[in-house]
Nanobody
Framework: QVQLVESGGGLVQAGGSLRLSCAGS????????MGWFRQAPGKEREFVAA????????YYLDSVKGRFTISRDNAQNTVYLQMDSLSPEDTAVHYC????????????????WGQGTQVTVSS
């Protein structure tokens, strides 16, 4: 069973950057679609980005396109989310998740989840 652990969250000013990491253990994540989701207080969890197993395809929430970049290093069993030009609207707990089979933005279709890392952007 795959375990996922996120890191890299923190407090940053608007316009700043953060790089989130998601390390897999207990098995290889190389064959999984990997996704990043976020959940702000009082809001539903929403899709942020996803990447195919061989990094051929990436997918993004419209509001983060051009600001966020998802990538993966299968040799390191790790997925990254580079977040630039951050705004207070990006404040949320960010989660990584994994699923076999095709890409989807539906959080309920992802089998494995990390515990989340808090991202706070001050204005």
């Amino acid at each position: 069973q795959v375990q996922l652990v996120e890191s890299g969250g923190g407090l940053v000013q608007a316009g700043g950057s953060l790089r989130l990491s998601c390390a897999g253990s207990g098995g290889t994540i190389s064959s999984y679609i990997m996704g990043w989701f976020r959940q702000a207080p009082g809001k539903e969890r929403e899709f942020v980005a996803a990447i195919s197993s061989l990094s051929i395809r990436t997918y993004y929430l419209d509001s983060v396109k051009g600001r966020f970049t998802i990538s993966r290093d299968n040799a390191q069993n790790t997925v990254y989310l580079q977040m630039d030009s951050l705004s207070p609207e990006d404040t949320a707990v960010h989660y990584c998740a994994a699923r076999i089979a095709r890409y989807t933005s539906l959080s309920g279709e992802y089998r494995y989840w990390g515990q989340g890392t808090q991202v706070t952007v001050s204005s």
